[in-house]
């Protein structure tokens, strides 16, 4: 069906940047929005940035003006630009697709990827 890769993940001091790829593979057709989640450690996922099919997004209060979230829909492809990092944006980062359209398929699904660790040293 679909296959989500991730890269861009690693180690970075505190101010520093990483920009995270994740690229859909599959007989897709469509996909309504795509986003970025983390799950820090012995907490819950949580929603990082998100952006729609018609490049509106929204992003968590506490990345806001730091992280910028974009797509290449020609790829079904997602970035997160992740800039002046702190120790607290430590987690595995998830991205999300929303209602991907798959040829032989009727009904639009959800994916996820596998995750990619960033880990923000002080």
């Known amino acids: 069906q679909v296959q989500l890769v991730e890269s861009g993940g690693g180690l970075v001091q505190a101010g520093g940047s990483l920009r995270l790829s994740c690229a859909a593979s599959?007989?897709?057709?469509?996909?309504?929005?795509m986003g970025w989640y983390r799950q820090p450690p012995g907490k819950q996922r949580e929603l990082v940035a998100r952006?729609?099919?018609?490049?509106?997004?929204n992003y968590a209060d506490s990345v806001k003006g730091r992280f910028t979230i974009s797509r290449d829909n020609a790829k079904n492809a997602v970035y997160l630009q992740m800039n002046s990092l702190q120790p607290e944006d430590t987690a595995v980062y998830y991205c999300?697709?929303?209602?991907?359209?798959?040829?032989?398929?009727?009904?639009?699904?959800?994916?996820w990827g596998q995750g990619t660790q960033v880990t923000v040293s002080s």
């Open positions: 999300n697709v929303e209602k991907a359209r798959v040829v032989g398929y009727s009904v639009p699904r959800d994916y």
């Open positions: 599959g007989r897709i057709y469509r996909i309504d929005s």
């Open positions: 952006i729609t099919s018609g490049d509106s997004t």
